[in-house]
């Protein structure tokens, strides 16, 4: 048996909790396994400090589900969502999808952490680069994963080959600290990189493998000059000391000798504070661990009507619901499904968010392009920051 399920081994449920397995087995065994239901997926509590999530991974989720006896609605891939409203609920013959809760709030709740997390350090960054170096931090089977979550939530290009292609982008990234290692010098490796690799690569040199990070730059500047185009500094921790000195001292030197061109690119364990805080003095990140470690959002999943009759456990309002969301002033609303949202108070219209995206099995529209959804999502986190601050 091989590590990583298949496809097919996926939707024959063999993923799943084994508790849907044996609730399957009572459930046709007692003739009930084609109750119709409605099951709602929402988020009570967000990780720490977060204002809000990226809904994520819908796309993938919806693919698991092509072909039952089920419809369903969602948000739009790449909404931003908040505690207790729906995100998505799927109406149909429980034993249609039973099975399949397992995979489906894993493929949505891996992608909305990594995708809310991007947006978040994407955000702190403002205007900087970041670029997504998580790949090589997880199993090599999550790498495109991690990579297209961290895209749309705001990652402005990724380093892994094949997850570039995915996203119908240009993988980023120049050398390692085993190029200079094996050529010995930083010149040298940098040197030779300019000499074999296609010069519509920009040239960007590793700094910090053997000697000061601000002597490498010059170094590197005078031999380069005008084709270098970013020094990358992934100082270790236990050489940094302040970590925002040396990238000022870095960019004094570079800028009194006619380098003021060469960009200063940063990366070795960095998240959310130390972007923010480092934001003024870098042009650029690489981020791996904080996303592709990002704290997952915990969907759950659960039953809020049975054969049309509002019914949910403990703890769960039930009945079908929608959320709007005022096209004035923002402010959000879930109310029971059909009941009129008449105006927000502050006079503006409601909108509906969700709409239908499964009907009988068959996919409703097309999934948007990955740079159109992190153009949403970039859009909508700028709306949420800019609604934050206003008195």
């Known amino acids: 048996m091989d590590l990583i399920p298949t496809r097919d081994e996926i ?16 459930l046709r065994a007692t003739g009930k396994d084609r109750v119709r239901v409605t099951a709602e997926a929402i988020v009570k509590k967000f990780p720490a400090g977060y204002g809000y999530a990226v809904l994520s991974g819908m796309d993938e989720m919806l693919s698991l589900l092509a072909g039952i006896d089920a419809d369903a609605e969602a948000m739009e891939e790449g909404s931003l969502f908040f505690p207790f409203e729906t995100v998505f609920s799927i109406e149909g013959p429980y034993g249609a999808f039973c099975e399949m809760e397992t995979a489906m709030l894993g493929m949505i709740c891996q992608a909305s952490g990594i995708a809310t ?76 990189f300019d000499a074999a690799v296609d010069p519509a690569i920009p040239r960007v040199c590793l700094v910090d493998t053997l000697q000061d990070e601000k002597f490498e730059a010059v170094r590197v500047a005078e031999a380069l000059r005008e084709r270098l185009s970013a020094v990358r500094l992934d100082t270790p921790g236990s050489r940094r000391g302040d970590f925002r000195r040396i990238l000022q001292e870095v960019r004094w030197e570079l800028d009194l000798r006619g380098f003021r061109h060469v960009r200063l690119i940063v990366s070795g364990g960095l998240g959310e504070e130390e972007v923010r ?11 791996g661990t904080s996303l592709s470690n990002a704290p997952t959002i915990d969907y759950a ?38 009941e009129p949202p008449g105006r927000c108070p502050c006079g503006g219209a409601r909108d509906p968010l969700l709409h239908p995206v499964l009907r009988a099995g068959r996919p409703v529209g097309i999934p948007s392009p990955p740079r159109a959804i992190r153009d949403r999502v970039l859009r909508k986190v700028e709306r949420f920051h800019a609604r934050e601050a206003r008195p």
């Open 11 to 26: 939707l024959r449920g063999e993923t799943t909790d084994i508790y849907f397995r044996r609730t399957m087995e009572v």
């Open 117 to 192: 997390a991007a947006s978040r350090v994407k955000h702190a960054a403002g205007e900087k680069q970041v670029l997504s170096f998580g790949a090589r931090r997880m199993h090599p089977a999550l790498s495109t994963l991690i990579d297209r979550n961290a895209f749309i939530g705001g990652a402005d290009g990724v380093s892994a080959v094949r997850s570039a292609a995915f996203l119908g982008e240009t993988p980023q990234g120049t050398m390692p600290h085993a190029l200079v290692l094996v050529l010995g010098d930083t010149v040298t490796a940098m040197r030779a």
């Open 277 to 287: 805080a480092l934001r003024d003095v870098a042009d650029g990140f690489g981020i």
């Open 301 to 338: 999943l659960d039953i809020v009507e049975v054969e049309g009759v509002p019914y949910a456990k403990r703890g769960k309002r039930s009945g079908r619901k929608q959320v709007y969301a005022c096209e004035a002033c923002g402010a959000r609303t879930v109310l029971p499904a059909g």
